[in-house]
C-alpha cells in the first residue's frame, strides 16, 4: 500500500464570509467524520492537497498529520468544487481503523488494447469505470487492471468476476456485470439511417414547433 501523508490543520466554525476569505487565500475547509467518532474541522492547504488527490485520488489511505494529537487515517470521501473555476472548495474526510475493513469504489484501469478493434475495427465499450470492493485499509488496491487484450472477438466480453484481485480483496455486487466489450463497425447502412434521423430532427434544433390548438375557452400558452 503506498504512503500519502498530508497535513492539516484545526479549524472552529466560522461565518460563510470568512470561508470565502480563506478559500482565497489558498486554503480549503475540509471535516474528518467515521464511526465512533466526533467531527472534526481542519482547513487544507490548497497545492498540497491538489497534488495528493491527483495521486491517491479516493481510493487511497492518508495520514493526516494534525498540530496536535496523533495522525489520523482517512478516505477522501467527497469533495465539492466551484462550478466555475472547478477550483476545490470543501473536502470530506472519512476515518477508517486500520482493523477493521471498509467499503469503497477502486477505479478500474484498462491497459492495452483489444485486437477486436485493432483487427476488425470495432468500437470498444466500457460500462463501468470502478468497482465497489471491501478490504482491509492497508490492502486496499489504488486501482484494478482490466487486460483489454482479452477482447479479441464481437463475442468476448470481461465482467466484474473477470478482474484479477490482489490478496485480500473481494469484490461486491453482481459479478456477472460486464465491464468492456467490443461492439461491431456500423455498417454503411446503418450509418445512412443514422444520418436520415440526424436530419429528420433538425426543425426541432431551428425551433421549429408544430403550434398546438387550444381547447375552446381556455388561452393558447405562451
Same mark, same amino acid.
Given at each position: 500500500?503506498?504512503?500519502?501523508?498530508?497535513?492539516?490543520?484545526?479549524?472552529?466554525?466560522?461565518?460563510?464570509?470568512?470561508?470565502?476569505?480563506?478559500?482565497?487565500?489558498?486554503?480549503?475547509?475540509a471535516?474528518?467524520y467515521?464511526?465512533?467518532?466526533?467531527?472534526?474541522?481542519?482547513?487544507l492547504?490548497?497545492?498540497?492537497?491538489?497534488?495528493?488527490?491527483?495521486?491517491?485520488?479516493?481510493?487511497?489511505?492518508?495520514?493526516?498529520?494534525?498540530?496536535k494529537?496523533?495522525?489520523?487515517?482517512?478516505?477522501?470521501?467527497?469533495?465539492?468544487?466551484?462550478?466555475?473555476?472547478?477550483?476545490?472548495?470543501?473536502?470530506?474526510?472519512?476515518?477508517?481503523?486500520?482493523?477493521?475493513e @471498509?467499503?469503497?469504489?477502486?477505479?478500474?484501469e484498462?491497459i492495452?488494447?483489444?485486437?477486436?478493434?485493432?483487427?476488425?475495427?470495432?468500437? +470498444?465499450?466500457?460500462t463501468?469505470?470502478?468497482?465497489l470492493?471491501?478490504?482491509?485499509?492497508?490492502?486496499?488496491p489504488?486501482?484494478l487492471?482490466?487486460? @483489454?487484450s482479452?477482447?479479441?472477438?464481437?463475442?468476448?466480453?470481461i465482467?466484474?468476476?473477470?478482474?484479477?484481485?490482489?490478496?485480500?480483496?473481494? @469484490? @461486491?455486487?453482481? +459479478?456477472?456485470?460486464?465491464?468492456?466489450?467490443?461492439?461491431?463497425?456500423?455498417?454503411?447502412?446503418?450509418?445512412?439511417?443514422?444520418d436520415?434521423?440526424?436530419?429528420?430532427?433538425?426543425?426541432?434544433?431551428?425551433?421549429?414547433?408544430?403550434?398546438?390548438?387550444?381547447?375552446?375557452?381556455?388561452?393558447?400558452?405562451?
Open positions: 500500500m503506498q504512503e500519502f501523508t498530508l497535513t492539516v490543520k484545526n479549524r472552529e466554525k466560522v461565518s460563510t464570509k470568512e470561508l470565502e476569505r480563506s478559500r482565497k487565500e489558498g486554503k480549503i475547509p471535516v474528518i467515521g464511526r465512533g467518532t466526533e467531527n472534526q474541522l481542519f482547513w492547504d490548497y497545492l498540497p492537497f491538489s497534488k495528493i488527490f491527483k495521486e491517491a485520488g479516493q481510493s487511497s489511505i492518508l495520514s493526516l498529520a494534525q498540530e494529537g496523533k495522525a489520523l487515517n482517512a478516505i477522501i470521501h467527497d469533495v465539492t468544487f466551484d462550478p466555475l473555476s472547478s477550483r476545490f472548495t470543501h473536502v470530506d474526510f472519512f476515518q477508517v481503523r486500520m482493523d477493521e @471498509l467499503e469503497t469504489h477502486v477505479p478500474l484498462f492495452g488494447e483489444a485486437p477486436a478493434v485493432r483487427e476488425h475495427g470495432g468500437i +470498444l465499450v466500457k463501468l469505470e470502478e468497482v470492493v471491501s478490504c482491509l485499509p492497508k490492502d486496499l489504488h486501482t487492471p482490466i487486460d @483489454l482479452i477482447l479479441k472477438t464481437f463475442e468476448d466480453h465482467q466484474i468476476k473477470d478482474i484479477a484481485l490482489p490478496k485480500g480483496v473481494t @469484490l @461486491l455486487g453482481e +459479478l456477472e456485470t460486464t465491464i468492456a466489450l467490443v461492439e461491431p463497425p456500423r455498417t454503411d447502412a446503418e450509418m445512412a439511417a443514422l436520415e434521423k440526424v436530419e429528420a430532427d433538425v426543425t426541432k434544433v431551428e425551433g421549429v414547433v408544430k403550434e398546438e390548438v387550444a381547447p375552446e375557452g381556455e388561452a393558447k400558452p405562451e
